[in-house]
């Protein structure tokens, strides 16, 4: 079955760290764009952080957050450094091909004193 599954959230504190996972499941993450994507409450799904040749980021989360691959483990993380409160929502990973779109099924980061 290929997927793709999250894991890595949870509670943080502002300034804390967090490192979230993707892994994929049938599913070579090495072909595609693999791009972190994040949706709070009665907002849209955002485009949080890629990594493809190259890596780019969304300007409020640029030097903050880093995202990589290890490819041997087939597995993308995004490590989430000085969370801020308005970085709570569920985070969602996605690989992206030529002729295919996959999503997985979020994992939920809260960002509570």
């Known amino acids: 079955q290929e997927q793709l599954v999250e894991s890595g959230g949870g509670l943080v504190q502002p300034g804390g760290s967090l490192r979230l996972s993707c892994v994929g499941s049938?599913?070579?993450?090495?072909?595609?764009?693999m791009n972190w994507y994040r949706q709070a409450p009665g907002k849209e799904r955002e485009l949080v952080a890629g990594?493809?040749?190259?890596?780019r980021y969304a300007d409020s989360v640029t030097g903050r957050f880093t995202i990589s691959r290890d490819d041997a483990k087939n597995i993308v993380y995004l490590q989430m450094n000085n969370v801020k409160p308005e970085d709570a929502a569920v985070y969602y990973c996605s690989a992206r091909g030529h002729f295919r779109l996959y999503w997985g099924q979020g994992t939920q980061v809260t960002v509570s004193s």
């Open positions: 049938g599913i070579t993450l090495s072909n595609y764009v």
């Open positions: 990594i493809s040749s190259e890596t």
